[in-house]
Each structure stands twice: as structure tokens, then as C-alpha cells.
């Protein structure tokens, strides 16, 4: 029987990603429970602990959303929206920590709006997500290039571009996996969650990198053929770190 394979293929899936998310969770515990026992014993400076305190507190509240996530991902309203619109927003968010790690965001920026159906707060998430990486492959700072165009056969393309460490090919087979991560700081969710939005939103994302060359993110959605009506715009003059 071929039912029974997939439920046991079913379970261990299951049980795999139980077993991840409990210890990506019991990591952080162990160090603030550490913490904690240090606090009481009233001999330590206690401030001189809290940033590390809220970053191991943050991660287990990004696992958690993140797993959350993809557990209801059917309470969320397709609607028209520009692409465009919600990368501004997203660079936006993120032009702080770009700043403070020595990245410049360069974005071009199109003049018509680009529409798709989605669910603008799981695109927004997709775009920081891999905006983010992009980020972090660079520890000493350099360029993240972000170009978004109408394409052929109906679809909108987003090209995330950066300068950093790369990814060798046989990480590039197992990003994506559930809890897969090369960062000491990561959740290794970022992308398995993107993947799976866009793959909802009817689109793919696509990776090629180059060890120490960079890496560049392609993602494509359906693009909305019409224009859905001027009342559905909400296009703000915006902002953004650097154009050319
Ligand atoms: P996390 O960022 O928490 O590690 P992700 O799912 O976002 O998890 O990414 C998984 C892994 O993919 C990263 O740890 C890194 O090794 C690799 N990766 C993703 N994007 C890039 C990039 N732009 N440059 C280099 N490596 C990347
Ligand atoms: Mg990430």
C-alpha cells in the first residue's frame, strides 16, 4: 500500500518539523534561563545582559510568526495591488538596518505601477525576507541592486541583486529546507516561507549565485492584466535611499 507510504512520508515530515522547531526553540530558552539564574544570583550587572536578553526573546517570536504563518495561510484576501508599491515599502522598513550594516540599496524606479493579486503584507514579508539576506551575504557593506519590470508572457519580475559571499551549489540545492541556515543569528524559515507565499500567489523565485561573486534573486508573479481603477490606488510619492 501506497496510502500507508504517504502518511508515514507524511508523519516524518511532520515530526521533522516538530523536531526542528523545538530545538530552534529550546536554544534560546537554555541561554535565557541561563541568564535568569545568573540575574538571581544578584551578582552581575544586570543591564549589561538585556540586548543579548531581547535577541534571543526576538528569535523565538520570529520562529513563532513564522511558523504561524504557514500554519493559516488561508485567512488572507487576494486583492490588486502594485508590486511596486509594496517593494517601496519594504525598502523602506529596511533602509535603517541597510544603513547601519554599510548597504546601499539602489532601486530604480519604473514609472508605471505594477498590479498582481496578492496579499500585500505576505509580499511585503517575501521582499524583506530576501532583501534581508541579501543584506547579511554582505558583512562588509556593499550595493543590493533592486530592479522590477513587466515581462513577457504576463508576468512581473523582481530581481534582488547582491554583492556578497554567494552560495556554493551545494547550498543553493538545500536553501529553502525548513530550518536550514548558515547564519549563527538564523531562524533558516526566511525562505522557505517566501517560497511558499509566492508559490500561492501563482509565481516562483528563482536563486543564482556565484561564491564571492553575489547572489541574484528572481521572483516572478502573474501580473494583472487590467488596471484595476483608480480607486484602488493608493500611490504615495515615496521616498527610497538611493535611485539611479
Ligand atoms: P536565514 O536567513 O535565517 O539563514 P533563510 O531561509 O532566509 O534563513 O536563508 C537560508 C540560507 O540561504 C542562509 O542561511 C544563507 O546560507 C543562504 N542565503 C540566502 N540568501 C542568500 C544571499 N543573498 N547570499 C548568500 N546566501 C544566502
Ligand atoms: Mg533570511
Known amino acids: 500500500y501506497e496510502r500507508r507510504i504517504i502518511n508515514a512520508e507524511k508523519l516524518s515530515i511532520a515530526g521533522e518539523l516538530a523536531a526542528g522547531i523545538a530545538h530552534e526553540i529550546r536554544n534560546p530558552l537554555t541561554s535565557l534561563k541561563g541568564f535568569m539564574q545568573l540575574i538571581a544570583t544578584g551578582r552581575i550587572q544586570q ?3 538585556y540586548p543579548i536578553i531581547k ?11 513564522e511558523m504561524l504563518m504557514l500554519a493559516k495561510p488561508q485567512v488572507y484576501e487576494f486583492k490588486p495591488l502594485n508590486v ?23 532601486y530604480e524606479r519604473i514609472p508605471e505601477p505594477l498590479w498582481v493579486l496578492g496579499v500585500d503584507s505576505q509580499l511585503k514579508q517575501v521582499f524583506m525576507n530576501i532583501l534581508e539576506n541579501a543584506i547579511e551575504a554582505m558583512p562588509h557593506g556593499g550595493i543590493v541592486r533592486i530592479e ?3 515581462e513577457e508572457k504576463n508576468m512581473v519580475r523582481i ?11 551545494d547550498q543553493l540545492s538545500q536553501i529553502g529546507q525548513p530550518f536550514y541556515t548558515t ?11 517566501s517560497y511558499k507565499i509566492i508559490h500561492n500567489h501563482g509565481g516562483e523565485i ?22 484595476p481603477g483608480k480607486e484602488l490606488l493608493n500611490d504615495q510619492p ?7
Open 47 to 49: 543591564n549589561r545582559y
Open 55 to 65: 535577541s534571543e526573546l526576538m528569535r523565538i517570536e520570529s520562529i513563532i510568526s
Open 84 to 106: 511596486r508599491q509594496v517593494m517601496e515599502e519594504s525598502i523602506t522598513s529596511l533602509a535603517k538596518q541597510a544603513q547601519m550594516q554599510h548597504v546601499s540599496l539602489q
Open 148 to 150: 522590477l519590470a513587466p
Open 159 to 169: 530581481v534582488i541583486h547582491d554583492e556578497g559571499d554567494g552560495i556554493s551549489e
Open 183 to 193: 547564519k549563527q543569528k538564523g531562524t533558516g524559515l526566511g525562505l522557505m516561507v
Open 206 to 227: 528563482t536563486a543564482v549565485s556565484q561564491l564571492e561573486t553575489g547572489t541574484t534573486m528572481t521572483i516572478r508573479l502573474p501580473q494583472l492584466d487590467q488596471d
Open 238 to 244: 515615496f521616498h527610497v535611499v538611493s535611485v539611479f
